[in-house]
Structures are given as structure tokens and as C-alpha cells.
């Protein structure tokens, strides 16, 4: 999946959020508890499975469960995104977020999406 490269490099914080439910629309706010707060290390290499998760074949569920917010030094939003690994689709939004980056999908089914799904179970 492909993130905006200047905003990952500005990442200080990853919040994973165990959704609720997910958004009505692209953009919308997500719902759900933080279920953890990564920095450093942690931080960057969950964006960087994320990174390395390649495009998948969509299908028609999007019920993501898990999303992330990604923050700067100064706690500035700089972006969200949630996925599905069952359909294979991701929405990308906040102010760091070029339209293109917008929809994208994932391979919900190889070893980095299973690495960053047990990644996140260990969290919570």
C-alpha cells in the first residue's frame, strides 16, 4: 500500500484504534477505542509493513477492524487509515494525503499483512 513518503518520515506517533464501526464516508472520523500509542522503532516499522503490503484483489465487504493515526513531533494529525483484510481495501485521508493516495487496496492474505494483523492483536 502506498503512503505519502514526507509524512511517514514525519511520523513521531501511531495510535491504533480497534474500530467500532467504520466510517459512513470517506473521511468521516473513526470510531473505536486507542488500543495503543507506538513511537520510535514501533512506529516506523508498522508503517513500513504497511508500506510493503502489496496490492491485493478487492472484494466487496470493507468491514475494517483496525485503523491508524499517525501524528507529528508536535502532535499534529497527519494522516488516518483503516483497512480490510478480508476485501482488501484501505482509505488513506487526512491533511498529508494526496487525492491519488486516497483508495488503495492490500493483499490481505501474505505474510505482511498477517505480520501487521498479529502486530496489532499483541497491542490490544
Known sequence: MQLPAEAVAATAVVEVVRLTTRPERYGDPMSGP?????????????LELISSMP????????APGWGLRAYGATHEPLFELIFCFSCHHGWLWGQAVPDELAF?????NTAEAEALLAHFRDAA
Open 104 to 108: 488503495d487496496t492490500i493483499s490481505g
Open 34 to 46: 486507542v488500543i495503543t500509542r507506538w513511537t520510535g522503532r514501533q512506529a516506523a516499522d508498522s
Open 55 to 62: 496490492p491485493g484483489d478487492p472484494r466487496l465487504c470493507f
